[in-house]
């Protein structure tokens, strides 16, 4: 089974309006990362997040990381139809030898 | 991202067929991976490779193999193909810090 599940699956907002995105995982991580991928691409990193580390900025986007309950939320703040694209969590799992496990997804629609 | 190509983009194939995928690099790194990609199932890990003489087995390498010729190439075969590997196949490097993976633009492959 997936390592990380993204929630939602699929969400809808108005341009303007903030996007929230949650990855819940199983087992402990060095770090948790954050992609974009646009219909058909390859994936972008957009955003990694040590495992000592509870809060990251970049841009607009800002990730959280909560070990406690092994979840972390993606916020992007004043979307933009470009945003419009699949937002996926990896985990960096501890012991992992540095692989990534990717979780399913989350489908972001912005609506202009 | 244009420092990691794939080739072919496109491939439709027939059952028994045997393929391979080819993946080039030009930002350096030592590792590189496959992976591929299911609707609804985000990216699974095939094999990865932290140098030229090292391959491993990922998650789901069975009916797959690797060929790392150089730092910069990276080959995915499918011996014999069958259906159910019709998907969009992805590579991707890193450095050894392995905290970001840069990915390639990806291969759809079609096995009729």
């Known amino acids: 089974s997936q390592q990380g599940e993204e929630d939602p699956q699929a969400l809808s907002i108005q341009e303007g309006e903030n996007a929230t995105m949650n990855c819940s995982y199983k087992t402990s991580i060095n770090n948790l990362q954050w992609y974009r991928q646009n219909s058909g691409r390859g994936l972008v990193h957009l955003i990694l997040i040590r495992s000592n580390e509870r809060e990251k900025h970049s841009g607009r986007l800002r990730v959280t990381l909560d070990t406690s309950k092994k979840s972390s939320s993606l916020l992007i703040t004043a979307s933009r139809a470009a945003d419009t694209a699949s937002y996926f969590c990896?985990?960096?799992?501890?012991?992992?030898?540095?692989?990534?496990?990717f979780g399913s997804g989350t489908q972001l629609t912005v609506l202009p | 991202d244009a420092d990691v190509t794939q080739t072919p983009r496109n491939r439709i194939t027939k059952t028994g067929k045997r393929i391979m995928l080819e993946c080039s690099q030009t930002?350096?790194?030592?590792?590189m991976y496959w992976y591929r990609q299911d609707p609804g199932l985000g990216l699974r890990l095939i094999y990865y490779s932290f140098d030229v003489k090292d391959i491993n087995k990922g998650e789901i390498s069975d009916g797959y193999s690797v060929s790392r010729q150089a730092q910069a190439k990276f080959s995915l075969s499918l011996e014999s193909a069958i259906p159910n590997q019709t998907a969009l196949y992805f590579c991707?490097?890193?450095?050894?810090?392995?905290?970001?993976?840069?990915f390639g633009p990806g291969t759809r492959l079609t096995v009729l």
């Open positions: 991707a490097t890193s450095d050894t810090s392995g905290n970001e993976q840069f």
């Open positions: 990896a985990t960096d799992l501890s012991g992992s030898a540095r692989q990534l496990t």
């Open positions: 930002k350096g790194h030592d590792r």
